[in-house]
């Protein structure tokens, strides 16, 4: 009877006939002919015994043959096989499907490629400071970038999914360009898409080492329900790098993050340090208005907020806003 290939528990040396120096078959002694016992095989070129009868290595703790030229323990395979080494000596790896990686490429390549640009459009059509940021990229790149950010800019109001696959055209080309992902953050802004917008102004803060879209990324992480995220961007360093349109922006998202956390009256406080009052018509002007009309109202005090509405529709022309609706259910009388 052959020896046992498994070790005992103990950790002594293999249970059966012969063990530990034992007559093998036919009575011989151990190394001697024995066939069954431990060094009775061929002997392995660098001298030392095998432990099988083909003359194969065993170099497993567990007595079981490898099935590889190293002498490691082959993979095993779902199916229970030992699987093939690669030629090149890597770790074997399934294959990806080929309809999968075909896909993927034709994916890319979608993004790659952008919606249409018209004839008419122009490279020179981009703001000059913008054409400027691009001047690194050899020339035929630089033009197919700047046209996709003109498209870009020019759909972001009326249709931003598609102005958002432009950036995104833009970008497969230029990725490392601060530029272009400022453009990939403001479309997918345009399009809800809060996480992405986020984490390309970030992309493009790192690039350029400014905070201009502060404000739009603090709004990002107020819609993402981290208003503690967005209260953070108030701060100097970042104020003393926007412009005052920016930092009244910034004032107005951060007081809608004061009144997600209930802090009405450290919103109205933060709004009231801005120029409410002013005769200006910049597009900040409703949104700051119906901002304080909107902690007012969250903090119970309906007169002065219906008072603020109607401020605001006296300055959105644009219809930037919903005042006029707040307004009509707040103080159905006939309005002017």
Request: contains cysteine; positive net charge.
């Amino acid at each position: 009877m052959a020896e046992s290939r498994n070790p005992r528990r103990d950790g002594g040396k293999p249970a059966g006939r012969g063990a530990g120096g034992g007559a093998g078959r036919g009575g011989k002694p151990a190394g001697q002919g024995g066939r069954d016992q431990r060094g009775s095989g061929t002997p392995r070129r660098d001298g030392k015994p095998t432990d099988r009868r083909d003359g194969k290595a065993t170099d497993r703790r567990d007595g079981k043959p490898t099935d590889r030229r190293d002498g490691k323990p082959a993979s095993a395979r779902r199916d229970g096989k030992p699987q093939t080494p690669r030629r090149d000596g890597k770790p074997y790896e399934a294959r990806r499907d080929r309809r999968q990686e075909e896909g993927d490429r034709t994916a890319a390549q979608r993004i790659y490629d952008g919606p249409p640009i018209p004839d008419d459009v122009s490279a020179k059509d981009l703001d000059k400071h913008a054409r400027q940021a691009l001047q690194a990229l050899p020339e035929k790149l630089a033009e197919k970038v700047a046209r996709h950010l003109v498209m870009a800019g020019l759909l972001m109001v009326e249709d931003p999914e598609t102005a958002h696959l432009h950036a995104l055209a833009a970008r497969a080309r230029a990725t490392r360009t601060g530029l272009v992902r400022e453009a990939c953050g403001e479309t997918a802004y345009a399009c809800g898409k809060w996480a992405e917008a986020l984490s390309e102004f970030r992309a493009a803060r790192r690039m350029t080492g400014g905070y201009i879209y502060a404000p739009m990324m603090a709004d990002c992480e107020r819609a993402l329900k981290r208003p503690d995220k967005a209260i953070a961007y108030d701060t100097t360093e970042i104020r003393s790098q926007l412009d005052d349109a920016g930092q009244i922006e910034l004032s107005i998202v951060v007081a809608g993050a004061r009144r997600d956390q209930g802090q009405y009256e450290a919103a109205i406080r933060l709004l009231e340090t801005e120029p409410l009052h002013t005769k200006g018509r910049g597009d900040w002007v409703p949104r700051l208005r119906y901002a304080y009309a909107d902690s007012l109202l969250a903090a119970g005090r309906k007169d002065e907020a219906v008072e603020w509405f109607h401020r605001t529709v006296a300055v959105d022309g644009n219809k930037q806003t919903d005042a006029e609706e707040r307004l009509a259910e707040l103080d159905p009388r006939p309005q002017d």
